[in-house]
């Protein structure tokens, strides 16, 4: 199971990169959480729709380059260079945490260490 997370992961960001939201609706739960950390801040999304529209609003920008996708089992950690970095050294992560086939919940970091390091995975 673990390697088709990776697999989800990479498909959703393709298809994030093709600006393609309704591939990602299918890959997000309906109540997936998104947030850097706390779920209960006020920039958080707290369901599919609020993701969706926190990505269509972030679409102008692009993904970003994709570096690295890692398994962590149940958890991948997605790691990426932002779009608008002119430091291309300059990179952030996401632990995207899937059940069922679905993501259920996706944890931005600025530090892809931190990243590694909260799937249980060691950098």
Known sequence: MSKSNVDLA?????????????????????????????????????NREEALRFMHRAERRGPGELLDVIDAGEKVVVIMRRPDEADRSSTVANVATFRNGKVIEMVHYPDPGDALRAAGVED
């Open 10 to 46: 990479r498909h959703g960001y393709e298809a994030a990169a093709r600006g393609d939201l309704d591939a990602i609706a299918g890959l997000l739960d309906p109540d997936v959480k998104w947030h850097a950390g706390d779920p209960n801040a006020e920039y958080a999304c707290r």
